[in-house]
């Protein structure tokens, strides 16, 4: 894993293609400082988008229920393995340090109950 200082130029139009590509992804906002100690915002869920307005000097984490801003972000690091991206850090004004993980939905069989038996497809066939 390799962090990766971004210029404040590329921000908007990195983020914005980011968001295309990791709708839905499960991520975790993690918040840290000297003031707050360590906070967990958000834990694992779906990503809707990230944006940065650069009016407002603001970057926003949409999630599924929890809509995260970053007030005037200072520095954005991105931490890509092996070609993908498995986090981002922002820092804010204050030192705030904002560290969103992501990952991808577990993929899991349905549930039992949900398959369609054996039994109940000879029955059927009958």
């Known amino acids: 894993m390799a962090l990766q200082k971004l210029d404040k130029a590329e921000w908007h139009s990195f983020l914005d293609y980011l968001s295309k590509g990791l709708v839905g992804k499960h991520t975790e906002?993690?918040?840290?400082?000297?003031?707050?100690?360590?906070?967990?915002?958000?834990?694992?869920?779906p990503l809707l988008g990230i944006v940065y307005d650069h009016k407002d000097d603001v970057?926003?984490?949409?999630?599924?229920?929890?809509?995260?801003?970053?007030n005037r972000p200072r520095e954005l690091y991105v931490d890509l393995a092996v070609g993908n991206l498995a986090s981002l850090e922002i820092v804010?004004?204050?030192?705030?340090?904002?560290?969103?993980?992501?990952?991808?939905?577990?993929?899991?069989?349905?549930?039992?109950?949900?398959?369609p038996s054996a039994q109940q497809g000879q029955e059927r066939s009958r």
């Open 29 to 45: 906002i993690e918040v840290t400082s000297l003031a707050l100690g360590q906070q967990i915002e958000a834990k694992w869920l």
């Open 59 to 70: 970057i926003e984490i949409a999630l599924e229920g929890v809509d995260h801003m970053v």
């Open 92 to 115: 804010d004004a204050d030192d705030n340090r904002q560290i969103i993980t992501l990952r991808d939905p577990l993929m899991l069989p349905p549930p039992p109950e949900a398959r």
